[in-house]
């Protein structure tokens, strides 16, 4: 049940719809000043709250807006991060309402209503939970702690700017804990709390043959087709058993002990079957000797995430192309770092990269795993903070999406992170028809509110 009255969650709804109405799409050029415009706006929202003051800083890239509001020297102090950047909603024909155009509509898995918009649940639904919580705080005369807000523009293209505002701005953002929400939970009834996530490595590979596109009977049978060289390359990277070939990936990785594990398979109540309902598949596959849940969460992998070459468009065209390209991301598990793997990668391709052809390995971006300790005080306050707005206690889980910039925030500024996202892996973030439940974004508000009452005390 939710604390907030008819009248808080009708006026909050409004104006999520307000944000959620701003295409601020990052990676598109042409929506660069719908990128400053949803800065101004949540920078202004910030105020509004409660804020003593907020400004939005220009970068090389898109703005970020910083907020702040001081209590009391002796409170401990809350940095919230998150973003106001959004995927670009392509393939736009998928949508069954326009991506910026945010209505609800009941569903199966939110019965009491889900928010459909881009960037309904990544991020900007998760953002306005703090700004709401913080608000009712005030409202409250319960706020604890002071408060800083750090809402970028960039995360969904990488975060280029953000190292530089972090290395120069250290004493601005000094605080005790940093609360994100861009994760998510198991469901509303068993709760899961993310104390864990997945590194990245992303890489491009690009092989070029001949000096040209050539015609596929006049010249196939006697030189090299870069896709198949490429489709060959790709298909060794991973073996029989789902291992990761490339010589080196695996020696630092962690190993969890067998009980531990078992442990937490059996607390997660992992159902396999709703697995691949819920993304229409009749199995699944991964490394051997593992479970679905251990695959998405524990256990290094790679992935292809675009492959191209040649001829892709309507009829036919009898070519040997000069050029194949892919992309390639690997999900990393503690004690890998992101830019040795890298590395690793880079060598092993190079090095079976047959005579035939060429080739070109570009390292995109990337970052390390994370993993929140059990001993600190922002770890037990978010246990209890769940436990008061669920009625039990979350399930620790570690998550296998990565979001690079929380270990470079240990790094630069020396603080833990907090991972509080309430987001379904049915949202479809990134995807069609993302939507966030209306039950989640409220008890959302609710939960960042006890967090505040436990970490302050």
């Known amino acids: 049940m939710s604390t907030l009255s008819e009248e808080e969650k009708e006026k909050y709804l409004n104006e999520l719809f307000e944000f959620l ?15 400053i415009k949803t800065a101004k706006w949540l920078s202004n929202e910030l105020i509004k709250s409660g804020c003593d003051s907020s400004k939005v800083y220009e970068t090389d890239g898109h703005p970020i807006v910083y907020g702040e509001k001081f209590v009391d020297g002796s409170f401990p102090t809350i940095l919230v ?21 945010p209505v609800i509509k009941n569903t199966n898995i939110h019965p009491d209503g889900a928010i459909f918009a881009r960037g309904a649940c990544d991020d900007k639904g998760q953002v306005f939970m703090h700004v709401k919580a913080f608000e009712q705080l005030i409202k409250k005369d319960k706020l604890n702690c002071n408060v800083k807000f ?20 250290k004493s601005k953002l000094n605080a005790d804990v940093i ?9 509303l009834k068993k709760p899961t709390f993310t104390i864990g996530l997945r590194g990245l490595s992303y890489m491009e590979i690009k092989i070029t043959g001949p000096n040209r596109d050539l015609h596929s009977g006049l010249y196939g049978g006697a030189l090299a087709n870069p896709i198949n060289i490429l489709s060959d390359m790709i298909s060794s990277l991973i073996d029989e058993e789902g291992k990761i070939t490339i010589p080196g990936f695996y020696d630092n990785v962690l190993e969890i002990d067998q009980s531990k594990r078992e442990s937490v398979e059996e607390m997660s109540k992992f159902d396999n079957d709703d697995f691949k309902n819920s993304i229409g598949l009749k199995e699944t596959k991964g490394e051997k000797g593992y479970s679905t849940l251990e695959r998405l969460s524990i256990r290094p992998t790679l992935d292809v995430n675009g492959i191209w070459g040649g001829y892709t468009g309507e009829g036919s065209k009898t070519v040997i192309p000069s050029e194949a390209s892919a992309k390639i991301s690997m999900r990393l598990v503690p004690n890998q770092n992101w830019e040795k793997i890298s590395e690793l990668f880079t060598n092993h391709i190079k090095k079976i990269t047959p005579n035939s052809v060429s080739i070109d390995v570009t390292t995109h971006h990337g970052g390390n795993p994370y993993i929140t300790p059990e ?23 570690k998550d296998g999406g990565s979001i690079p910039i929380v270990p470079m925030f240990e790094s630069i500024l020396g603080t833990k992170t907090v991972l509080m996202g309430f987001g379904l892996d049915s949202d479809a973030i990134h995807s069609p028809d993302e939507n966030y439940g209306v039950k989640n974004f409220f008890i959302g508000i609710d939960t960042i509110q006890n967090f505040y009452k436990h970490f302050g005390n």
């Open 81 to 101: 991060y998150g973003h106001y950047d959004v995927q670009p909603p392509d393939p736009i024909e998928l949508w069954t309402t326009p991506p910026f155009e």
């Open 375 to 397: 001993d600190f005080k922002g770890y037990d306050s978010a246990i209890k903070a769940y436990k008061d707005s669920f009625g039990i206690d979350p399930i620790p889980q």
């Open 150 to 169: 750090m809402i970028e523009g960039e995360e969904e293209v990488g975060s280029e700017n953000l190292e530089k505002f972090l290395l120069e701005n």
């Open 179 to 187: 609360l994100i929400s861009d994760t998510g939970l198991s469901n």
């Open 21 to 35: 109405k701003l295409p601020s799409i990052s990676a598109d050029s042409r929506y660069k000043d719908s990128m």
